[in-house]
């Protein structure tokens, strides 16, 4: 049985969905949300709940773009959220901290970001696409070519 990326996607959010409610594996939970949101991104670009999703994460972004440019006289919006989700999920994911409950949803949270392109950093925006294609390498490895 060969599964597709948007499949496998929608797995591991679901894994991420029953891990949270049972409040096991937080480690786990943050990568395979990560992992989950770049792989479902592919294959619901067109669906409107995901086109919601990302139409809201753009709003988040130019409201603190708005606010930063308000009190510091720059608009650096999307690396304020990239910075500090992406701090948060690297904080928690390390070996010697406790991982929080949340760091799942940051890591979503900053998976979202990055789908929807508004890091302002060039090479951030190409972190999804990576992820796709090394599972997709995964995938055809195990299947057997």
Not at 87 to 114: C, D, E
């Amino acid at each position: 049985m060969n599964m597709t990326l948007a499949e496998i996607g929608a797995g591991l959010l679901a894994f991420d969905l029953l891990c949270h409610w049972l409040r096991i594996f937080a480690t786990l939970r943050a990568i395979a949300g990560f992992v989950g949101v770049c792989l479902l991104a592919a294959a619901a670009s067109g669906a409107l709940g995901f086109d919601l999703l990302l139409k809201l994460v753009t709003f988040v972004e130019s409201l603190i773009s708005d606010l930063t440019g308000w009190l510091f006289h720059v608009r650096v919006g999307a690396l304020v959220l990239v910075i500090v989700l992406g701090g948060f999920v690297l904080y928690n994911l390390h070996p010697k901290n406790t991982t929080h409950r949340h760091a799942g949803l940051a890591a979503i949270a900053l998976a979202l970001v990055l789908v929807a392109g508004v890091a302002q950093i060039p090479w951030l925006n190409n972190i999804p696409a990576g992820v796709r294609s090394g599972v997709g390498n995964a995938q055809s490895a195990v299947n057997g070519g």
